[in-house]
């Protein structure tokens, strides 16, 4: 696992209120296994992330989302958090930039409130995944075939529910990153 991802560049795309642990865990694990990982954020500077209510660390952003391009990446991590999900499915930037990946039908994982962002970028429906259960009417109602399982794939879209789906959640992001372009990716 070491060098699966080697060559490979990956986008975190969050700004203040994300769940740490989704993206700590995923970042080390990516970075572990060999991708190049960009902290992506409308915010400037630093962002913060919580351990369930709580506020917990800051951490460097390494590219505003107005200066990204997702063809200059492999694939994209939507670590969830309710405050970042809200904040990000609201700036344009970040949904162009989540709708981008779709269209160039490169891998997407996206954990707990996340899919959210999904929905806004108008690339739910059709497609089979899960979240928090409390988007589970949000994304039916996009239109996608939601389920509640640890880990969901579908052509390169990976999605779980929370925290304790990371290991299944984490193990599925790296495979579908390893494979590259999916076709039946689409925005």
């Known amino acids: 696992m070491a ?31 060999g991708a190049n990982v960009i902290l992506v954020s409308p915010a400037e500077g630093r962002v913060f992330g919580m351990n369930a209510a709580d506020k917990a660390d800051t951490f460097d952003v390494d590219l505003h989302v107005s200066e990204a391009d997702a063809s200059e990446f492999d694939a994209l991590v939507l670590p969830g958090g309710v405050v970042n999900a809200d904040h990000l499915r609201m700036d344009e930037a970040s949904v162009d930039f989540v709708r981008a990946f779709f269209e160039q039908q490169k891998p997407v994982a996206a954990i707990c409130h996340a899919p959210w962002v ?68 689409r925005a």
């Open 3 to 33: 060098e699966q991802l080697t060559g490979r560049k990956v986008a975190f795309l969050m700004t203040d209120g994300f769940e740490q642990v989704e993206f700590t865990k995923p970042w080390d694990a990516l970075k572990g296994a």
């Open 118 to 185: 999904l929905i806004e970028a108008g690339v739910a429906r059709g497609r089979n995944l899960t979240s928090y259960p409390s988007l589970m009417t949000d994304l039916v109602n996009a239109g996608a075939d939601w389920s509640d399982e640890e880990v969901v794939v579908d052509q390169g879209l990976v999605t779980s529910r929370n925290p304790d789906d990371l290991p299944a959640f984490i193990d599925k992001a790296i495979e579908e990153i390893a494979e590259g372009v999916h076709a039946g990716q």
